[in-house]
Structures are given as structure tokens and as C-alpha cells.
């Protein structure tokens, strides 16, 4: 089955720099990324997905990069703000398949300091 | 619109106690899964459901079972509650993914603690 590995498991940062998360996957079928924000006590929220027929996505302040050829993809966080601060899941998935269902990372604790 | 509700939101077992978690969604999802979430281990898949009626075990299904009798409810047994199964669980729903679609994004409850003592 699908490993997932992110990397760091904690990530301290000054408000204003940037956050970068990094996840591999270990199947090369897998072409659907998602990432997950937990804030303290609440449940996981999507942020932001990319699939594998592009290899960049941008949200605002958020963006993803896909590398398939390496098999892993990165989260990248600009001008952080406390309220980023949060536990984040990268996670895997073929779709187009029957099943949709999703193999996280370990999650990274991030922390903005104002 | 209610999204995803778990009931109950806490419980405390003793070992060899049983227990059903109970997991509503009213998006009319296709898809349903229960996870368990501990600390430095992200969200591991337990057992998840793509319709009314099927379920399938996910990556750590051992010492739980699960029902799908109506489409949107999905239900976590713990038959013989066991230390190890001290966590928190998240239910979540979801369209069924497809390369197609905007999106897979699933929807999570607010999580039930459970802890067995």
C-alpha cells in the first residue's frame, strides 16, 4: 500500500518568513495530494490539492509542488501569520478509481512567533 | 447543514468494555471512513465505506467493525475496548474522488475521545 513520509514533524518560524513541508509517497499511482490544516482541538480542513497533471498550485498565501518524478510534493507557506500556526497532514490517494481514500502524513506541528 | 456529526464527543471505557461510535453526514457523500488520530502519527485509516450497505477495512482495522445500513450514517464498534485503542477518532465523508472533479476534499466530524482504561 501507500506510504506516506512528511517531514519536519515541527516547525518554528518568526511571523512574516516563510514555512516549507515536505512529504514523499511511495506509489506511483497515487495522483491526488491533499493537505490538511488542525487547528488546536478542532477537526482537519482542506487547504489546498493538487493533482498530478500540474506541478504547482497557488492559493493565495499557500502554494503546492508536485515533483512525480521524485514522488514527493511540498507545501510552501509565504509571510506567515500566528493564525497559521497549526498541525498540518500531507496526504496521498489514487483517484479515478472506486476508492478515494486518503493516506496522511504524520503531520508537522507548525508555530508562527509574533 | 449540519456537515459531518459524531456522537458522543468523549468516552471513557474500561478494558474489555464495547462501545458504538455513531457518524452522520447529511452532504449526501458517497464515501465514509473512520480514523484515528495519535500523537506523531497523523491519521491513520481504520475502516471506510463506499455506499450504503459495503465497508472495507482500511490500515488498521484490527478490534473495530463497522455498518453502513443507510447512507448517511457510518458506525464504529469497539467490541472488547483494549488500552491500545486509547485515541481520538474522526469520522469523515467524502464524493467519491475522480480526476474530474475539483475536488476529494473529505469532510471531518469534530472528533470523539476515547480513552480505555
Known amino acids: 500500500g501507500e506510504n506516506v513520509e512528511q517531514h519536519p514533524s515541527t516547525l518554528s518560524v518568526q511571523e512574516g518568513d516563510s514555512a516549507v513541508i515536505k512529504c514523499t509517497y511511495s506509489d506511483s499511482a497515487s495522483n491526488y495530494f491533499p493537505w490538511y490544516k488542525q487547528e488546536l482541538g478542532k477537526r482537519p480542513q482542506l487547504i489546498i490539492d493538487?493533482?498530478?497533471?500540474?506541478g504547482e498550485k497557488k492559493d493565495q498565501r499557500i502554494a503546492v509542488t508536485l515533483n512525480k518524478t521524485a514522488k514527493h510534493f511540498s507545501l510552501h507557506i509565504t509571510e506567515t501569520q500566528p493564525e497559521d500556526s497549526a498541525v498540518y497532514f500531507c496526504a496521498a490517494a489514487r483517484s479515478g478509481t472506486s476508492y478515494g481514500k486518503l493516506t496522511f502524513g504524520q503531520g508537522t506541528i507548525l508555530t508562527v512567533h509574533p | 447543514n449540519a456537515g459531518v456529526t459524531q456522537t458522543p464527543k468523549f468516552r471513557v471505557l474500561k478494558t474489555g468494555q464495547s462501545m458504538t461510535l455513531l457518524c452522520a453526514q447529511d452532504?449526501?457523500?458517497?464515501?465514509m471512513y473512520w480514523y484515528r488520530q495519535d500523537p506523531g502519527m497523523g491519521l491513520r485509516l481504520i475502516h471506510y465505506s463506499v455506499g450504503e450497505g459495503t465497508t472495507a477495512k482500511g490500515e488498521v482495522p484490527d478490534g473495530y467493525n463497522v455498518s453502513r445500513l443507510k447512507k448517511q450514517n457510518f458506525l464504529l464498534g469497539l467490541e472488547s475496548a483494549a488500552p491500545s485503542q486509547t485515541s481520538v477518532y474522526f469520522c469523515?465523508?467524502?464524493?467519491?474522488?475522480?480526476?474530474?472533479?475539483?475536488?476529494?476534499?473529505?469532510?471531518f466530524g469534530e472528533g470523539s475521545r476515547l480513552t480505555v482504561l
Open positions: 452532504m449526501n457523500h458517497e464515501y
Open positions: 493538487i493533482r498530478s497533471n500540474v
Open positions: 469523515a465523508s467524502s464524493h467519491r474522488v475522480r480526476v474530474d472533479r475539483n475536488t476529494g476534499e473529505l469532510f
